[in-house]
């Protein structure tokens, strides 16, 4: 009987043994395929960031040599001096796609927290149809809205050419996405609090500005960096409702470094590395606030 119940305990340590192996076994694979995932997204996401930049410090006999040579042999900035100091057009479109995403940016968010506050916090008739309104404009595709935007803007109200043109046209793609980014912020709140400051002698507006938006800032501020990014990187609008640097983007600006008879490729990888600088800076300095913006929507308190 002893001996039975000694080979019994014996089985059952090595029974839990075996399992407590193939645990290990899965976690350590688990975590290697982690791993493995993170690296391949990694590269897959900075492979043409890396090869963008490559490309702009390589001369012009080593952008044009087959096979492509994956490390430059030497780096010359020569690219980067005739982007900045040769070409008459690239700065004044930057300061162009600075200004627009600048002025979109603010009035996006200034029309999207009053409507996204009265969907979220306020009771009206037809509130579902207003919110489904909204947000069907992003269902459509960018350039079905060129035509009719093309023929309003150099017919009745003639905006063509201005900086005007493409902030309405970003517009009426960005204050959706604002309005759908902040409607749960709002909708999640306390009413308590509001219902405070109404008490205390404060307005709807008062109250919006000095309780609802303090508590919100994580949203707000991540709908605006968000639709600034958008704004930045639009080039539909920019190329058919423009025509020359007066108010044309710099993503279309890029596009001019070409001729009819020569594709400047370093030019034109050097010009994209600059335009890209102040999104990563954005990026890589706020990307707490992004994240805890992102999150903090999707957490009722």
Request: aromatic letters at 12%; glycine letters at 6%.
């Amino acid at each position: 009987m002893a001996v039975a119940e000694q080979t019994g305990s014996k089985e059952h340590i090595a029974q839990a043994r075996a399992r407590l192996a193939a645990k290990q076994r899965m976690a350590t694979f688990g975590k290697v395929a982690r791993y493995v995932a993170v690296v391949v997204i990694v590269f897959i996401s900075l492979a043409p960031l890396y090869w963008t930049f490559a490309t702009s410090v390589k001369n012009g006999i080593e952008i044009n040599q087959s096979p492509p040579t994956i490390f430059p042999h030497q780096f010359d900035f020569s690219n980067y001096v005739q982007v900045l100091t040769n070409s008459t057009f690239f700065l004044p479109t930057l300061r162009n796609s600075t200004i627009i995403a600048v002025v979109t940016t603010l009035l996006a968010l200034v029309f999207g927290i009053l409507c996204a506050y009265a969907i979220g916090r306020m009771k009206f008739r037809g509130k579902p149809v207003v919110l489904a309104t909204v947000l069907s404009v992003q269902m459509f595709p960018f350039i079905a809205l060129l035509g009719p935007l093309f023929v309003l803007f150099t017919g009745p109200i003639y905006l063509y050419n201005t900086y005007w043109a493409l902030i309405i046209a970003d517009l009426v793609l960005n204050i959706p996405l604002v309005v759908w980014f902040l409607t749960s912020f709002f909708r999640d709140l306390p009413p308590d609090l509001e219902e405070a400051a109404r008490i205390d002698g404060a307005s709807r507006l008062k109250a919006l500005w000095y309780v609802i938006m303090p508590l919100t800032a994580p949203g707000i501020f991540s709908s605006a960096i968000l639709s600034f990014i958008a704004v930045w990187n639009d080039f539909l609008f920019g190329l058919n409702l423009t025509s020359d640097e007066s108010a044309q983007p710099v993503t279309v600006g890029i596009t001019r470094f070409n001729s009819e008879h020569v594709v400047a490729y370093g030019q034109l990888a050097a010009a994209a590395i600059i335009v890209t600088i102040p999104l990563v800076i954005i990026v890589l300095f706020l990307q707490r606030r992004i994240v805890s913006g992102l999150t903090a929507g999707a957490v009722k308190g």
